[in-house]
């Protein structure tokens, strides 16, 4: 049973959504419905905050790394590379 719900949104936030549900072959009201699903599922209730969204799951573990890396290393690595 669907019902009807009346939301107070930004005006350039609705314009957005709406080219990006066009670009995606959904109506706006299916991408909230989506979000709101994801966001109350018995799963992410019980991981809190920190539970990833579907794009980044599915990418979760493409990339091998050997041993420890630490990340801040990594970034001040490449920051100085790009800069200096």
Not at 20 to 29: D, L, P
Not at 54 to 63: A, M, N, R
């Amino acid at each position: 049973m669907y019902t009807k719900l009346t939301l107070n949104i930004d005006q350039n936030v609705i314009e957005n959504a709406k080219k990006y549900a066009k670009h995606q072959k959904v109506s706006v009201s299916k991408l909230v419905e989506e979000y709101l699903s994801s966001i109350s599922s018995p799963a992410n209730k019980k991981a809190g905050h920190n539970s990833l969204g579907p794009i980044t799951k599915e990418l979760v573990g493409i990339i091998k790394v050997k041993g420890k890396m630490d990340y801040k290393e990594l970034l001040t690595g490449a920051l100085m590379e790009k800069y200096i």
